[in-house]
């Protein structure tokens, strides 16, 4: 099982004080989404991180393969909304958590 760092980039820096109802939407299915990916445990954390006048999105996941995360990354709503939003994966080497490494 490998361990991965998400970025979820919004369309620009200050989302989401400039959000348009059709982003707020799409970002409510992606927070389901990301929820039902927790209740799997394949996701295990996620949250926005605040940063300058906006925010951008983490996640800390595990898969058996990278591509495997990749299809997950784009069928989530908010890339699928085609609102300019993009996922980013970055491989861990290890990962310490409360069931171990």
């Not at 004080?17 to 927070?31: K, V």
Request: with cysteine; proline share 7%; charged share 20%.
């Amino acid at each position: 099982m490998a361990y991965y760092f998400m970025k979820l980039t919004p369309p620009r820096p200050t989302f989401p004080n400039d959000a348009s109802a059709e982003e707020m939407a799409a970002m409510a299915d992606h927070a389901e989404y990301i929820s039902d990916l927790i209740k799997q445990n394949i996701v295990l954390a996620a949250g926005p991180v605040h940063q300058g006048e906006g925010s951008w999105g983490v996640g800390i996941a595990r898969s058996e393969t990278e591509d495997t995360l990749r299809a997950l990354c784009e069928n989530d709503p908010v890339i699928l909304a085609k609102l300019g939003f993009h996922w980013r994966l970055f491989p861990m080497g290890s990962l310490l958590h409360k069931d171990g490494v």
